[in-house]
């Protein structure tokens, strides 16, 4: 079965600075990839996934994520955070066999400071 | 639009009580799923439907009940056997053809109990 682990569970930057989350799975093969982002009281948006190709995968707002499969890695970033990134992002990986759901994080809360 | 709506946005529960959570979605999605989110924890996953009048238990069933009568809607049922029923629920939905899987959410239901 697969797994996904977000090291961070709260991570402070400035506004403008540069903003990398962590994101590790666990899964025997290439699994599917997503990253969602959840303002407080909402639902979640999907802000990119990984499906195959091209390793580094682009998403809304300004968000870019790059599977590193020797690393199990899928981390996010996005070059220069506005305070209106501020919210919980969450990691999920999916299996490429059968039909079933997608297993998530238990998240990464992002503050920003002025 | 396309899209998942839930309702109430707020529920409140007395104890003993059972209560119904809605969702529906007119995206002519197969598969529907309920997650549970508490603070810290991140998304859980009670049941899943991959089709119409067929459903799954996830990793947190207990105290939970499902229906899919219709492709389109999939109600949980928060039963009194649930003793700690406060939580943020969230429904979603995806394609259910197999292979690469979104999925999409709805904006939530807060449960609380009175």
């Known amino acids: 079965a697969q797994s996904v682990t977000q090291p961070d569970i709260h991570i402070t930057v400035s506004e403008g600075a540069s903003l990398e989350l962590r994101c590790n799975y666990s899964y025997g093969a290439t699994p599917y990839l997503f990253w969602y982002v959840q303002s407080p009281g909402q639902g979640l948006q999907l802000l990119l996934k990984?499906?195959?190709?091209?390793?580094l995968v682009q998403g809304i707002k300004g968000f870019e994520a790059e599977f590193k499969r020797s690393q199990s890695s899928f981390n996010l970033r996005k070059p220069s955070v506005h305070w209106s990134d501020a919210a919980e992002y969450f990691c999920?990986?999916?299996?490429?066999?059968?039909?079933?759901?997608?297993?998530f994080g238990k998240g990464t809360r992002l503050s920003v400071i002025a | 639009d396309g899209g998942i709506t839930q309702s109430p946005k707020y529920l409140f529960r007395k104890e003993g009580q059972n209560v119904t959570l809605s969702c529906e979605q007119n995206l002519n999605h197969d598969a529907m799923y309920w997650y549970r989110q508490d603070p810290g924890q991140g998304l859980r996953l009670i049941y899943y439907?991959?089709?119409?009048?067929?459903?799954q238990k996830g990793d947190i069933a207990e105290g939970y009940s499902v229906s899919r009568e219709k492709k389109e809607s999939f109600p949980l049922t928060v039963t009194s056997a649930q003793k700690n029923p406060t939580a943020f629920y969230l429904c979603?939905?995806?394609?259910?053809?197999?292979?690469?899987?979104?999925?999409?959410f709805g904006p939530g239901t807060r449960l609380l109990v009175l």
């Open positions: 439907s991959q089709i119409v009048n067929d459903f």
């Open positions: 979603a939905s995806s394609e259910g053809q197999g292979g690469p899987e979104t999925q999409y």
């Open positions: 990984y499906f195959s190709g091209d390793t």
């Open positions: 999920a990986v999916g299996a490429r066999t059968g039909n079933t759901p997608l297993v």
